[in-house]
Nanobody, 126 residues
Framework: QVPLVESGGGSVQAGGSLRLSCSAS????????MGWFRQAPGKEREGVAA????????HYDDSVRGRFTISRDNAKNTVYLQMNSLKPEDTGMYYC???????????????????WGQGTQVTVSS
């Protein structure tokens, strides 16, 4: 069983919307941090949004605040990333990540996570 399964990527024009999903096993999902990260060609992986599945606390990078919404469905062990008003600079491979604990780096730092999905491509054309 693949620990994290992402879906929902695709190609849209600027201003469009996409919703990404990340499903986990019940054991993986419970009371954990789950984040969405993206990586454009030639660039470092960066944190986009994160959520604590226990309490629902959310975190966003300034570049997506107000446009993206991270949410969870505890009954489905799934975290979503609703992306609206997409821009060409949002293009990249989007990864879901998981950690049971969080260090000083905070929930938007890739090194705080130790379980990663396979990624789903998001392409936004101008």
């Amino acid at each position: 069983q693949v620990p994290l399964v992402e879906s929902g990527g695709g190609s849209v024009q600027a201003g469009g919307s996409l919703r990404l999903s990340c499903s986990a096993s019940r054991e993986t999902y419970a009371s954990s941090f789950m984040g969405w990260f993206r990586q454009a060609p030639g660039k470092e992986r960066e944190g986009v949004a994160a959520i604590y599945t226990g309490g629902g606390n959310t975190h966003y990078d300034d570049s997506v605040r107000g446009r993206f919404t991270i949410s969870r469905d505890n009954a489905k062990n799934t975290v979503y990333l609703q992306m609206n008003s997409l821009k060409p600079e949002d293009t990249g491979m989007y990864y879901c990540a998981h950690s049971f604990s969080m260090g000083r780096g905070g929930p938007l730092k890739p090194y705080e996570y130790n379980l990663w999905g396979q990624g789903t491509q998001v392409t936004v054309s101008s």
